[in-house]
């Protein structure tokens, strides 16, 4: 599962440019990985990097180092020789590669880890090229450990209310209702998913009595920032009572929304959201505003 997910999260930046210069902020990302001994995230990590660029030779060291440290050998060995034949000058892949071939190599029990080995064998060269690159700090593995690195189904299951905004609904009372999603994260930032949402409204409308059921079927795209969050939607507000006393209505809509979510465990938030919905329809509904708060979990 993981490696599906990022290989779809290669393939997508390769097919949009603005994500194009990703592949180093990923690459770093396996390398600490591997630095700290989780080779087999780091794997999956590196996996996606040479995938979507076969020509990165840094990336296929540490993947050659990360295989070796899980025991699989041929992987290791193919791996760092890929890497020599793009960049022959790196003596610490040469030694590692002899270590490999000889049986000479050990693969690290946790106790010991990776740091013993991120030097190469004899030549003291960093990993991946020339410059070394510090570890990262406490607080940055740990706000890297927030959300999901190779992502994820979730849910989601929440409560709130619609709120009138700019609309012939503006003579209503509040409209409670509930919420229900299904989403994919792609990596910790990006995620698509299907939100549901239904509101009820009863109260007076400036031609009497009314009512009105409305459930939203939205697409939604979601950007996370490690708490915060932006989301756009589009979909449609199906009416199933109409508040202007005719038939049921699909209106096509267009939302602009943010949110916070608060990690209770790993997999499971807290999540807070509001939209802004812009309603296109003949009968000039208008917009409203709905604010749902519940829980989200990873399947």
Not at 49 to 60: F, G, H, I, M, R
Not at 152 to 158: A, K, L, R, S, T
Request: glycine content about 12%; hydrophobic content about 40%; some cysteine.
């Amino acid at each position: 599962m993981k490696r599906v997910q990022l290989t779809l999260l290669f393939l997508l930046s390769g097919a949009f440019p603005v994500w194009a210069d990703t592949a180093q902020d990923y690459y770093q990302m396996g390398k600490d990985m591997y630095v700290h001994g989780n080779y087999a995230d780091s794997v999956v990590i590196l996996e996606g990097v040479t995938q979507n660029k076969p020509d990165y030779w840094e990336a296929l060291d540490v993947l050659g180092r990360d295989y070796a440290s899980l025991g699989n050998t041929p992987k290791a060995i193919a791996a760092c020789e890929k890497s020599l034949e793009l960049h022959p000058d790196n003596p610490s892949l040469k030694d590692f590669l002899v270590s490999l071939k000889s049986g000479t190599f050990a693969v690290p029990t946790p106790s010991t880890g990776a740091a013993a080995t991120v030097t190469g064998a004899t030549s003291g060269t960093p990993i991946g090229g020339a410059t070394a690159t510090p570890p990262p700090s406490a607080a940055t593995r740990t706000a890297a450990s927030k959300g999901h690195p190779t992502g994820g189904f979730y849910i989601g299951i929440g409560g709130g209310a619609d709120i009138p905004a700019v609309n012939w609904q503006s003579a209503y009372s509040v409209g409670p209702g509930g919420a229900f999603e299904l989403a994919y994260r792609l990596d910790p930032q990006f995620e698509v998913g299907l939100d549901v949402m239904g509101f009820y409204y009863s109260g007076t409308n400036y031609s009497g009595a009314i009512s009105d059921a409305e459930i939203y079927v939205l697409p939604t795209f979601r950007y996370h920032l490690g708490g915060p969050y932006l989301l756009v939607s589009g979909g449609a507000e199906v009416e199933l009572l109409s508040g202007n006393s005719g038939p049921p209505a699909i209106n096509p809509e267009l939302a602009l929304g943010a949110g916070y979510e608060y990690e209770l465990a790993p997999r499971t938030f807290l999540f807070l959201e509001g939209k802004f919905n812009f309603i296109f329809s003949p009968l000039a509904t208008g917009n409203d505003v709905p604010v749902v708060a519940g829980l989200r979990a990873g399947l």
